[in-house]
């Protein structure tokens, strides 16, 4: 059916008044193909596979937090309060007895799948979509069994990168449309992120002190994955850490050193930082500024070296491939190493991670890891991942539609007949 003319189906759809948001995701949801009568959203995480998801998902670390400030709060005016993970699935839903049942009947259950794509307008779909606040009310829904329910959504981001984790959303009757019940479900969300924070600085605290070398001595970790500068983590061995946001030019510097354990001369380093010729002196103003900063006990010369435990981030996706957890590798795996860099080092090393996490995840035939692949932004146009998702998925899956249609928009984008 044609965009405009399903859309024209939807009752209550007229655009007069209607938000801009709001019909811009009808617009996408018909064209995605969902059905204005669909009752229900389908389930792409059914039974073991949703236990096991759930509990290897960064929000479990915090899901207890939102239970006690949000869901209770959900359950006390006969709401439900949902997390879902960045993929528009439902990890959890929470509420009465009653409330559940009621929200069931419209296929709002653990394992869902709302990404609007598939279920149609909704909170959570297009908080995703927007990566912001959003609420829908009442006929706002595209699909008809939901208009009866009016909804409240967040985003909630990874503190180390700022990459969508989930969505936190609160559903129910219409006095979820009040601006109190979205104060609320942003500040749940915040604190969620605050705790995510101060988990990862226990983490990374614990990491650089696990790579001190035996009686003490400097540790250093390297956070350089998706970030276009690298974060940085010092230890003194002696109880006191600093962390410093280096430079693009010091980030691609420090990054090509922790790659070469016994050093680069001036001569290798400037080869595989800068893209042209330049002077060594270039190189040593460059090296000096790093010093100053970081101090002369930590970097080396003849050859410039780092003089430090080391941990890295890309580090441990190596280390996940090498030990064939594929799926640990890929929840390691923020996106590509300094984006934005062109130093041919550092290309190189980026180019090699990448191909290397994407060959384990075709080879592992595992549908959920090529999904996370294809949602990134390294692999929205991979066409051979799509193309193996749906060998992997079997023609009974509920995403084999939105496949389907990606592998169609790349067979147009591409040419192929």
Same mark, same amino acid.
């Given at each position: 059916?044609?965009? @405009?003319?399903?859309?024209?189906?939807?009752? !209550?759809?007229?655009?007069?008044? =209607?938000?801009?948001? =709001?019909?811009?995701?009808?617009?996408?949801?018909?064209?995605?193909?969902?059905?204005?009568?669909?009752? #229900?959203?389908?389930?792409?995480?059914?039974?073991?596979?949703?236990? #096991?998801?759930?509990?290897?998902?960064?929000?479990?670390?915090? &899901?207890?937090?939102?239970?006690?400030?949000?869901?209770?709060?959900?359950?006390?005016?006969?709401?439900?309060?949902?997390?879902?993970?960045?993929?528009?699935?439902?990890?959890?839903?929470? %509420?009465?007895?009653?409330?559940?049942?009621?929200?069931?009947?419209?296929? &709002?259950?653990?394992?869902?799948?709302?990404? /609007?794509?598939?279920?149609?307008?909704?909170?959570?779909?297009?908080?995703?979509?927007? @990566?912001?606040?959003?609420?829908?009310?009442?006929? /706002?829904? &595209?699909?008809?069994? =939901?208009?009866?329910?009016?909804?409240? +959504?967040?985003?909630?981001?990874?503190?180390?990168?700022?990459?969508?984790?989930?969505?936190?959303?609160?559903? %129910?009757?219409?006095?979820?449309?009040?601006?109190?019940?979205?104060?609320?479900?942003?500040?749940?969300?915040?604190?969620?992120?605050? !705790?995510?924070?101060?988990?990862?600085?226990? *983490?990374?605290?614990?990491?650089?002190? +696990?790579?001190?070398?035996?009686? %003490?001595?400097?540790?250093?970790?390297?956070?350089?994955?998706?970030?276009? @500068?690298?974060?940085?983590?010092?230890?003194?061995?002696?109880?006191?850490?600093?962390?410093?946001?280096?430079?693009?030019?010091?980030? /691609?510097?420090?990054?090509?050193?922790?790659?070469?354990?016994?050093?680069?001369?001036?001569?290798?380093?400037?080869?595989?930082? $800068?893209?042209?010729?330049?002077?060594?002196?270039?190189?040593? =103003?460059?090296?000096? *500024?790093?010093?100053?900063?970081?101090?002369?006990?930590?970097?080396?010369?003849?050859? $410039?070296?780092?003089?430090?435990?080391?941990?890295? #981030?890309?580090?441990?996706?190596?280390?996940?491939?090498?030990?064939? #957890?594929?799926?640990?590798?890929?929840?390691?795996?923020?996106?590509?190493?300094?984006?934005?860099?062109?130093?041919?080092?550092?290309?190189?090393?980026?180019?090699?991670?990448?191909?290397?996490?994407?060959?384990?995840?075709?080879?592992?035939?595992?549908?959920?890891?090529?999904?996370?692949?294809?949602?990134?932004?390294?692999?929205?146009?991979? $066409?051979?991942?799509?193309?193996?998702?749906?060998?992997?998925?079997?023609?009974?899956?509920?995403?084999?539609?939105?496949?389907?249609?990606?592998?169609?928009?790349?067979?147009? /984008?591409?040419?192929?007949?």
């Amino acid at each position: 059916m044609p965009v @405009d003319e399903q859309s024209s189906t939807r009752p !209550e759809s007229d655009s007069t008044g =209607v938000r801009a948001h =709001v019909a811009d995701s009808w617009l996408r949801s018909a064209a995605a193909g969902v059905q204005v009568d669909t009752v #229900d959203a389908p389930i792409t995480l059914p039974g073991d596979a949703l236990r #096991d998801h759930r509990s290897a998902h960064p929000l479990a670390r915090v &899901f207890p937090l939102l239970d006690d400030v949000l869901g209770q709060a959900a359950r006390d005016c006969d709401a439900v309060m949902a997390v879902s993970d960045a993929s528009g699935q439902l990890l959890w839903v929470c %509420g009465t007895p009653s409330v559940l049942r009621r929200a069931e009947s419209i296929g &709002f259950v653990e394992g869902s799948n709302w990404d /609007e794509r598939l279920a149609g307008t909704n909170a959570p779909g297009m908080a995703l979509r927007l @990566d912001r606040s959003v609420n829908v009310l009442g006929a /706002e829904h &595209f699909r008809r069994s =939901v208009q009866h329910w009016s909804c409240a +959504a967040t985003t909630i981001h990874d503190p180390s990168d700022q990459s969508i984790l989930g969505v936190l959303d609160i559903t %129910g009757g219409d006095e979820i449309g009040v601006p109190q019940t979205m104060a609320m479900v942003r500040a749940a969300a915040r604190m969620a992120e605050s !705790e995510l924070a101060r988990e990862l600085l226990v *983490r990374c605290r614990s990491a650089a002190s +696990a790579e001190v070398p035996a009686g %003490g001595g400097l540790s250093v970790l390297m956070e350089s994955l998706g970030r276009n @500068d690298t974060l940085l983590t010092i230890d003194d061995g002696r109880g006191r850490r600093q962390t410093v946001r280096l430079s693009p030019r010091h980030s /691609e510097i420090l990054l090509l050193l922790a790659s070469a354990p016994r050093g680069l001369s001036g001569d290798e380093l400037a080869i595989l930082l $800068y893209e042209e010729d330049s002077s060594a002196s270039t190189l040593r =103003v460059e090296m000096g *500024r790093l010093r100053s900063l970081l101090g002369d006990d930590l970097l080396a010369s003849r050859p $410039y070296r780092l003089v430090a435990g080391l941990a890295g #981030d890309w580090l441990a996706v190596e280390a996940h491939l090498a030990a064939g #957890d594929v799926a640990s590798a890929m929840r390691s795996y923020r996106g590509p190493l300094l984006p934005r860099s062109v130093a041919p080092g550092v290309v190189r090393l980026r180019e090699s991670i990448e191909g290397d996490v994407r060959t384990a995840i075709l080879r592992s035939g595992r549908a959920d890891l090529m999904s996370a692949w294809t949602r990134s932004a390294s692999g929205a146009d991979d $066409y051979e991942m799509w193309q193996a998702q749906a060998r992997v998925l079997g023609p009974g899956s509920p995403l084999m539609p939105l496949v389907h249609n990606q592998i169609q928009r790349l067979d147009r /984008e591409l040419g192929k007949p």
